[in-house]
């Protein structure tokens, strides 16, 4: 599954943005879809993840409340909205896929990822 990832940019402190994370194949809706993202220099960090059928999410405590994933499988697409962006949040957010839910916030458990989209929050 090769899988392009969309929709970052520069947005000030507070605001939104929606990322898009599409696969190539239709077997998309049979992966479990996460998001992380990473800062030069620094490890990937697991950000939030989704089961093939949306019905378990799961969140980073830095995003919880804040962040929501979702996924339309008629559409090989996953989405990542991003509300009251800080400049913390400021990074290249990757999307995969695995299989199985277990170890879902473990970025070595992924088989395939998209090439990551550059989110920078600031003023």
């Known amino acids: 599954v090769q899988l392009q990832a969309s929709g970052g940019g520069l947005v000030q402190p507070g605001g939104s943005l929606r990322l898009s994370c599409t696969a190539s194949e239709r077997t998309f809706e049979n992966y479990v879809v996460g998001w992380f993202r990473q800062v030069t220099g620094k490890e990937r960090e697991f950000v939030t993840a989704?089961?093939?059928?949306?019905?378990?999410?799961t969140y980073a405590d830095s995003v919880k409340g804040r962040f929501t994933i979702s996924r339309d499988n008629a559409k090989n697409t996953a989405y990542l909205l991003m509300n009251s962006l800080r400049p913390e949040d400021t990074a290249v957010y990757y999307c995969?896929?695995?299989?199985?839910?277990?170890?879902?916030?473990?970025?070595?458990?992924?088989?395939?990822w998209g090439q990551g989209t550059l989110v920078t929050v600031s003023s």
């Open positions: 989704t089961t093939w059928s949306g019905g378990i999410t």
């Open positions: 995969a896929t695995k299989v199985g839910w277990s170890n879902y916030n473990d970025y070595n458990r992924y088989d395939n």
